[in-house]
């Protein structure tokens, strides 16, 4: 005996084809995997309306990476699965880059920040954000917010959206047995530090942080600054305010998955 | 012969338009349809690619739905109006969206005996700084023509114009043949749109950008 025949949704994966993920390509991982474990949909990949076969975008998660899929999609070595179809609801998880093409959309809004404080993003960003919102907006069937607050300030600049607009939590992943793995957690005897994590960005306060540190008693304390995420934008900036001596209790790492 | 006096007393006449139409397309060139492979970032070798690809327009598979035949021209392609509204046409077109097959009259070369891919190739250039997102697919539900389609593939279909493109190659078997004739574009294409009515001996409709998908800034505060 069959059962019946699941609904297909195609989900745009673009923020997959980033090396390190952090944020949004985080959420779109995150995505994919709780479609797929509800079982309830027949999944379709594709980036900018072109279909990817799924086993390149499986890969890609298990790594968690984007380099060799986005290698792979520029080299036109997955070309092969050929366009989107319309007829299939396109879901996107970040920017909506072609809106109105399927018959049902709907797209995600991580924050609007692009639109309420520009002056934290380069201008290419801002350009890619807002040029398409507004469309992006009006076609979708519904609009995903990534937390109540984005949902409100979405909702405070274009009132119109406030019916279709959902909230979809995605970014925290709490592991069942947390509190013992912190309870069981040794010690660390490195000092004393204090830790940003995250798309090193403007928006994220880093240079207010960066600044603290030259603050007199943060200065006795000896405390050292330790920033862990991806490197973002208008980052020099906010160092080249540093004086020597601050620069030198700063410490970026790699980047950390998830963070 | 029409007269009528000037201010300053002489007559003032206004010979009758000689309209120099074709009734019949010529065939100038062998017809030759393409398909749609565009990928973006490199237009030249995507010119390449469809110029490999293109058969005869007898060979070509049978468009199953109306024409919507887009002339075009390197002039035309470089008004941003005009452009943008093509791009999104041809987004949609790519992927068999709509009622009618897009079909793009490609610019004339330079040269009688130009390459098939140095005719594509500005196309691409344009579709691509366009910033529009195109599928990269192949895809025969867009094609790229030498030669405007016959007045049997035009029945029931629509013609798009520019005022930038040889629109008087096009004969009136063909013009007559299609359902709608309409102009295209951003600056003079009211005046063009008026010449065109006189040429044509109907006034062609006025395409309207479609605002809502175009893709255009927003600002802090709007609350429309």
């Known amino acids: ?30 995505l994919v995997e709780a479609l797929e ?8 990949f594709c980036v900018r309306l072109n279909r990817l076969p799924a086993e390149p975008v499986r890969r890609a998660i298990r790594m968690g990476s984007g380099a060799l899929l986005r290698a792979l ?11 989107i179809d319309p007829a299939v609801p396109l879901f996107y998880a970040s920017v909506k880059e072609a809106p109105g093409v399927a018959l049902r959309e709907a797209s995600t809004i991580h924050d609007i920040g692009t639109l309420t404080m520009p002056e934290t993003h380069t201008p290419e960003n801002v350009r890619y954000h807002l040029d398409p919102l507004r469309a992006q ?11 109540e607050a984005t949902q409100a300030a979405l909702v405070t600049a274009f009132p119109w959206v406030a019916p279709k607009t959902r909230v979809l939590h995605q970014y925290v992943e709490w592991p069942d047995n947390f509190d013992l793995l912190d309870r069981n957690q040794r010690p660390i005897g490195l000092g004393r530090y204090a830790v940003a994590v995250g798309t090193i960005e403007p928006r994220k306060n880093l240079g207010l942080l960066l600044r603290a540190l030259e603050h007199p008693q943060v200065v006795a304390s000896g405390i050292r600054f330790l920033v862990i995420g991806r490197r973002g934008w208008l980052v020099d900036q906010a160092l080249s305010r540093l004086g020597t001596e601050a620069r030198k209790r700063v410490v970026f790492t790699a980047s950390s998955r998830n963070s | 012969m029409a007269g009528c006096p000037s201010a300053s007393g002489q007559r003032k006449v206004k010979p009758a338009a000689q309209l120099l139409r074709f009734k019949a397309t010529p065939a100038v060139g062998q017809p030759l349809l393409a398909p749609l492979i565009l990928n973006c970032g490199n237009p030249a070798y995507s010119a390449q690619r469809a110029a490999a690809a293109a058969l005869h327009a007898k060979s070509a598979p049978v468009a199953a739905r109306p024409l919507h035949y887009v002339l075009l021209s390197e002039a035309a392609l470089a008004d941003p109006v005009f452009l943008g509204e093509l791009a999104l046409l041809v987004q949609r077109g790519a992927l068999g ?20 891919a140095d005719r594509i190739a500005p196309v691409f250039r344009a579709l691509a700084d366009s910033r529009v997102i195109i599928s990269h697919a192949t895809s025969w539900d867009l094609r790229l023509a030498t030669e405007p389609p016959s ?19 096009v004969g009136m078997d063909v013009l ?7 102009v295209a574009g951003g600056a003079g294409v009211r005046s063009f749109r008026s010449l065109l009515g006189d040429w044509l001996g109907f006034e062609p409709a006025l395409r309207v950008a479609d605002r809502g998908a175009a893709a255009f800034a927003v600002t802090a505060g709007e609350l429309a």
């Open chain 1, 1 to 30: 005996m069959s059962g019946a025949a699941r609904p297909r949704l195609a989900v745009d994966v673009t923020p997959l084809l980033d090396d390190q993920w952090t944020g949004i390509p985080v959420f779109t991982r995150r």
């Open chain 1, 37 to 44: 474990a509800s079982g309830r949909v027949e999944l379709e």
């Open chain 1, 73 to 83: 999609y520029e080299r036109g070595a997955l070309s092969a699965a050929g366009a």
């Open chain 1, 137 to 147: 907006l009006r076609t979708d069937e519904t609009v995903f917010c990534c937390s």
């Open chain 2, 97 to 116: 969206v709509g009622a009618e097959m897009l079909v793009l009259g490609l610019p004339p070369g330079a040269t009688p005996n130009v390459d098939l």
């Open chain 2, 151 to 169: 007045a049997a593939e035009m029945k029931g279909g629509r013609i798009t114009l520019h005022q930038a493109t040889p629109f008087w190659r």
């Open chain 2, 176 to 182: 007559s043949a299609a359902a709608a004739v309409e």
